[in-house]
């Protein structure tokens, strides 16, 4: 099964920027989609953004449009997402998991035994 490893959380202020980084420990094209997702406390995990490994075709949460860029290096089998002007309710772990085929316009997870260890974004002041 492919291993994922999610890096570039940290603390930030609102308004500011974070670039995380996805590092697949196999091929990622052999996965339909790659997404990020998130969980804050309390609630459940969220589709944020996802992007096709063939293509590069990509699709958006409401609630990132426009702040968040998801892309892909296939050579690296590695997915980034870079978040600009975050906010407080961006808060959360993100994780990184391959997408459901069938279910790529939700963002919806292919499987949730994909979760990794994630990494934290606070943004706060």
């Known amino acids: 099964q492919l291993q994922l490893v999610e890096s570039g959380g940290g603390l930030v202020q609102p308004g500011g920027s974070l670039r995380l980084s996805c590092a697949a420990s196999?091929?990622?094209?052999?996965?339909?989609?790659i997404g990020w997702f998130r969980q804050a406390p309390g609630k459940e995990h969220e589709g944020v953004s996802c992007i096709t490994t063939n293509d590069g075709s990509t699709n958006y949460a409401d609630s990132v449009k426009g702040r968040f860029t998801i892309s892909r290096d296939n050579a690296k089998n590695t997915v980034y997402l870079q978040m600009n002007n975050l906010k407080p309710e961006d808060t959360a772990v993100y994780y990184c998991?391959?997408?459901?085929?069938?279910?790529?316009?939700?963002?919806?997870?292919?499987?949730?035994?994909?979760w990794g260890q994630g990494t934290q974004v606070t943004v706060s002041s």
């Open positions: 196999g091929f990622i094209l052999n996965y339909y989609a």
């Open positions: 998991a391959p997408v459901a085929p069938l279910r790529f316009s939700i963002c919806a997870v292919y499987d949730a035994g994909y």
